[in-house]
C-alpha cells in the first residue's frame, strides 16, 4: 500500500507539472496571437489604397490648345501615362484572343460536351492490368515504382519489355501471360521488290516523297541506321493509299504520294514497257494511273504486312 501511495503521488506530481507547462505554453500563445493582431491592424490603416493626384489637365503634343474634354479625358493618367513616356513612341501591339478562331477547322465536334482526358491513361492501365504484368505496364507507362521495392532499381525499360505493353496498347493481340511476345513487323518495300519494282527506282520514290537529298540527315539516306525507318513509313503510307482514298482521309498526303509516282515512273520512263514492268513486272498487270498503281502496290504491301504479323494477331 505504501508503495502504491508513492506511486499515486508522483503521477499526480507529474500530471500537475504538465498541467503548468500547458497553462503556460497557452499564455504564450495567446500573447503571441495578440500581438499579431496588432501588428494587422496597424498595417490595415497604413495600407489604405489611395489613387494617385491627377495631373494637370493639358492638350496633347501636335493638338491645339482648345481640345474637347472627350480627348483630354481620354489621355492615359498615373501609371498608365508613366508607362507611356518610358516606352517613347514605341506602341504595344494589341492581344488578340486565343487560337480558338485560328484552329477551328481542326476541331473534333463528335466528341462529349466538356471533353477531358481523364479517361484516357486511366483506360490505358485497365487495359494493361488484364493483360500483363504489373511490371511491363509499369515500365510501359513510365511509372516510378522503385518505392515499392528495390527490385525495380534493376528492372528498366527495353526493347523486349516495351513490346509486351505496346501491342496491347497499340491494338494487338496480348503475348501469353509473363512473355514478351514477338513484336509487330512494320510494313516493307520488299514486296513491290519481289514484284519487279527495281529497288533504285524505289529509293528515288522514297526520296521524293519526304523531300530527302544530300543535304539531309545522313543516317535517313541510303544505307543510313534510319533507313529502314524510312522505308517502313513509306511502304505504310502505300498500304493504306487505297483506304484512306475511299474515305476522303488525308487527301494532301495521297497527293504527294501521286507526285511522287508520276515523278519516278512516269517521267523518267520512256516507254510504255519500261513503265510496266515498274509498276508490276508484266504487261498484263500495267497500271497507267498513279492513283490505279498505288492502290494495288498498297494491297500487295497489306497481304505480306497482314502474313507477317500473322503471330501477334492470333498468339
Excluded at 67 to 85: H, I
Amino acid at each position: 500500500m505504501q508503495q502504491l501511495a508513492t506511486y499515486m503521488q508522483r503521477m499526480s506530481s507529474s500530471l500537475t507539472t504538465c498541467l503548468q507547462g500547458q497553462e503556460e505554453l497557452l499564455t504564450r500563445l495567446a500573447a503571441k496571437v495578440e500581438s499579431m493582431k496588432g501588428r494587422l491592424s496597424h498595417l490595415g490603416q497604413n495600407s489604405t489604397l489611395r489613387p494617385p493626384p491627377r495631373p494637370p489637365k493639358q492638350p496633347p503634343s501636335g493638338s491645339p490648345t482648345g481640345s474637347s474634354p472627350e480627348a483630354v479625358r481620354a489621355a492615359p493618367t498615373g501609371a498608365a501615362a508613366t508607362a507611356a513616356t518610358s516606352h517613347g513612341a514605341r506602341s504595344t501591339p494589341a492581344l488578340t484572343p486565343g487560337g480558338g478562331k485560328k484552329y477551328s477547322r481542326f476541331s473534333v465536334s463528335s466528341l462529349l460536351p466538356d471533353p477531358t482526358a481523364g479517361g484516357i491513361r486511366p483506360a490505358c492501365v485497365n487495359e494493361l492490368v488484364l493483360t500483363v504484368p504489373f511490371e511491363f505496364g509499369s515500365v510501359f507507362l513510365g511509372h516510378n515504382v522503385v518505392s515499392i521495392s528495390a527490385f525495380f532499381n534493376y528492372f528498366k525499360d527495353s526493347t523486349a519489355v516495351l513490346v509486351a505493353a505496346g501491342r496491347v496498347n497499340f491494338g494487338w493481340a496480348p503475348p501469353p501471360w509473363g512473355q514478351v511476345g514477338p513484336a509487330p513487323v512494320p510494313a516493307s518495300l520488299q514486296p513491290l521488290v519481289d514484284l519487279g519494282v527495281p529497288m533504285d527506282d524505289l529509293n528515288l520514290f522514297v526520296n521524293y516523297l519526304f523531300n530527302l537529298d544530300k543535304t539531309s540527315l545522313p543516317r535517313l539516306l541510303i544505307g543510313g541506321s534510319l533507313r529502314l525507318m524510312v522505308e517502313a513509313s513509306a511502304a505504310t503510307l502505300i498500304m493504306y493509299y487505297g483506304e484512306c482514298m475511299a474515305n476522303s482521309e488525308f487527301p494532301r498526303v495521297q497527293v504527294c504520294l501521286q507526285q511522287a509516282y508520276s515523278h519516278v515512273f512516269q517521267c523518267n520512263s520512256s516507254s510504255s514497257s519500261s513503265s510496266s514492268s515498274s509498276v508490276g513486272g508484266s504487261a498484263s498487270i500495267a497500271l497507267p494511273t498513279p492513283d490505279a498503281a498505288l492502290v494495288h502496290w498498297g494491297s500487295v504491301i497489306h497481304l505480306e504486312f497482314d502474313r507477317a504479323n500473322l503471330p501477334v494477331v492470333t498468339p
